[in-house]
């Protein structure tokens, strides 16, 4: 083979060593979207749970976070998650964050990101992104942020959130209020119905809400980990119940909430609809046909045993027995001759009427 001028034989060994290291080439440059792994906790305090598919698991460093995972801590809980692209992740106590889409390219770094937080705090870290193509979002109910790479904290409710933004420049869109850029030590903050409301110093209630373990900037922690894809314990399986509350707690994401439960059991009747028989279980499977032929089957009662039969038989004897006996007992009746009324019987010194 000519090349440069120069001339080289490859013998079969050396073509398939270079058609394998080839393969591994572009497998490693696929996209990285089939891999379930986005991050992984490496701090949890207090009762955090992710709920993930019907069940709810239970956080603990070393548990790996997968796209479509549900964060929930309880009070006085926290988590941190560090994720495959270095982001950096920290919800706060009382807190819930949605991962709905976390994406990577072959080289680990983001294609597209957009995080939920239904409600409480969080934290970020994110590491800036590698192409102008990419997009990472963080929505609340009351506003989205667009980021490329920068950290800050954000407060959420149902009705208004606040942004308060230590690092970089993000721009802050609401459906009801436009949008505004945002840069390094400014707050911003919105409610519902109204215009973007920015102080000129960060204000100090935000400052009093804010959980202590919030307030300090995060560290990488992951090569810190004893153990990496730890398996979570399940908790429990969700019932009808929770899939209500996420409803009534959440109304901007009712759609997308009935779609994420649409597969386990439903996500509850609907305004003018009729609930279901609670009776019947939330998670039941389908019956089988061999199942569904036996239910259609009418009851039978069951065919008497051996000794039911032998009992049966003896009570039969003992009734023949017994009628063969009646007619010589009435024989005897009559000829026995009867008392007369006045007639005293002595028995013991007893005289008996």
Same mark, same amino acid.
Request: proline content about 6%; hydrophobic content about 35%.
């Given at each position: /083979? +000519? ?7 490859? &013998? ?13 080439? *572009?497998?490693?440059?696929?996209? /990285?979207? #089939? ?38 801590? +309880?009070?006085? #809980? ?17 807190? $819930? ?59 959420? @409710? ?6 308060? *933004? ?16 945002? =840069? ?5 903050? @919105? ?20 959980? +202590?373990?919030?307030?300090? $900037? /995060? ?18 399986? /969700?019932?009808?119940? &929770? =899939? ?19 597969? @386990? ?40 045993g051996k000794q039911d039969q032998e009992r049966k038989k003896q009570i039969q004897d003992r009734n023949q027995v017994l009628e063969k006996k009646k007619p010589k007992q009435r024989e005897h009746n009559e000829h026995v001759p009867a008392r007369p009324k006045d007639a005293v019987l002595q028995y013991g010194g007893f005289a008996l009427a």
């Open positions: /083979m +000519a090349a440069g001028g120069f001339t080289y034989d490859m &013998d079969e060994r050396s073509r398939a060593t270079v058609m394998r290291k080839l393969g591994l080439t *572009l497998l490693l440059l696929l996209p /990285m979207a #089939a891999t379930a792994r986005i991050g992984v906790f490496t701090d949890v305090q207090g009762d955090t749970r992710i709920q993930r598919g019907e069940v709810y698991l239970a956080a603990a460093p070393g548990v790996d976070v997968e796209e479509d995972d549900m964060i929930e801590t +309880a009070d006085h #809980a926290s988590a941190q998650v560090e994720m495959r692209d270095g982001s950096l992740l920290k919800i706060g106590a009382d807190s $819930r964050l949605l991962l709905t889409d976390y994406k990577f390219d072959g080289g680990g770094n983001v294609v597209s990101a957009g995080l939920e937080v239904l409600s409480g705090w969080l934290r970020f870290a994110v590491s800036r992104l590698r192409s102008n193509e990419s997009r990472y979002a963080i929505n609340t109910p009351t506003m989205t942020i667009g980021i490329r790479g920068t950290e800050g904290v954000i407060e959420a @409710h149902s009705t208004r959130g606040g942004l308060l *933004l230590e690092e970089g420049e993000v721009a802050v869109h609401a459906a009801d209020a436009g949008s505004i850029p945002v =840069r390094a030590g400014e707050y911003v903050e @919105h409610a519902q119905g109204k215009p973007f409301l920015r102080p000129g110093a960060v204000p100090s209630a935000f400052h009093a809400r804010m959980p +202590a373990g919030m307030q300090p $900037r /995060m560290a990488r922690r992951a090569h810190l980990l004893k153990q990496h894809g730890v398996p979570p314990r399940q908790i429990r399986h /969700m019932q009808r119940e &929770d =899939r209500d509350q996420y409803l009534r707690q959440h109304p901007h994401l009712r759609q997308k909430f009935e779609q994420r439960f649409r597969g @386990h059991g439903g996500a509850g009747p609907g305004p003018g609809q009729k609930a279901p028989d609670r009776q019947k279980g939330l998670l039941q499977k389908p019956l089988s046909q061999q199942q569904q032929q036996r239910t259609n089957q009418p009851l039978q009662r069951p065919q008497p």
